[in-house]
T-cell receptor
Framework: GAGVSQSPSNKVTEKGKDVELRCDPI?????LYWYRQSLGQGLEFLIY????????KSGLPSDRFSAERTGGSVSTLTIQRTQQEDSAVYLC????????????FGEGSRLTVL | AQSVTQPDIHITVSEGASLELRCNYS??????LFWYVQSPGQGLQLLLK??????LVQGIKGFEAEFKRSQSSFNLRKPSVHWSDAAEYFC?????????????FGDGTTLTVKP
């Protein structure tokens, strides 16, 4: 597609359930990032994939959070045993030149944990 | 550790008036600096970026920003605001090199434009 695509756009779940959020980056972009945007807050870095290198997981807030990127393209962010504090918008971004720093963002997946 | 402060949570300006959004950063060296805009329900879009060279950088939609090393600031300006500029604006700082996209973002400034 022309831009970064994320699904679902909205997800409501019950506390304790697992959720999966999907990101389809811009074709050809080697770098993929996940950020979290809580209400009234800026963006919080979660994880970064670059090519075939091991991902930079330094921003993941707990071991309930994990992500994978298959075939160097689509990525899935998984949150296990969701908590109410996980409620946020999860933004995915991709970049064709990680050294340039410019990120192309999707519209986000809004997660609400009841 | 790097950090970004956007002192103004919310700014209201009249259409046609000038705009300045403030951004201060903390970083050990000269960072990469970015301004992004987020319209309601949308992802973030890059307005402009500073890497090196001329400290006044031009961006899309008539925006510009000036890097002032002595003040650790990277303020965003526009001479005449349009109603369509109403959005949330984020300043971000990134490390030089391949981690440039692993940026630290400010909490954002919401811009309201009065007719």
């Amino acid at each position: 597609g022309a831009g970064v695509s994320q699904s679902p756009s909205n997800k409501v779940t019950e506390k304790g359930k697992d959720v999966e959020l999907r990101c389809d980056p811009i074709s050809g972009h080697t770098a993929l990032y996940w950020y979290r945007q809580s209400l009234g807050q800026g963006l919080e870095f979660l994880i970064y994939f670059q090519g075939n290198s091991a991902p930079d997981k330094s921003g993941l807030p707990s071991d309930r959070f994990s992500a994978e990127r298959t075939g160097g393209s689509v990525s899935t962010l998984t949150i296990q045993r969701t908590q109410q504090e996980d409620s946020a918008v999860y933004l995915c971004a991709s970049s064709g030149d990680p050294g340039a720093g410019e990120l192309f963002f999707g519209e986000g997946s809004r997660l609400t944990v009841l | 550790a790097q950090s970004v402060t956007q002192p103004d949570i919310h700014i209201t300006v009249s259409e046609g008036a000038s705009l300045e959004l403030r951004c201060n950063y903390s970083y050990g060296a000269t960072p990469y600096l970015f301004w992004y805009v987020q319209s309601p329900g949308q992802g973030l879009q890059l307005l402009l970026k500073y890497f090196s060279g001329d400290t006044l950088v031009q961006g899309i939609k008539g925006f510009e920003a000036e890097f002032k090393r002595s003040q650790s600031s990277f303020n965003l300006r526009k001479p005449s605001v349009h109603w369509s500029d109403a959005a949330e604006y984020f300043c971000a700082v990134g490390a030089r090199g391949t981690n440039a996209g692993k940026s630290t973002f400010g909490d954002g400034t919401t811009l309201t434009v009065k007719p």
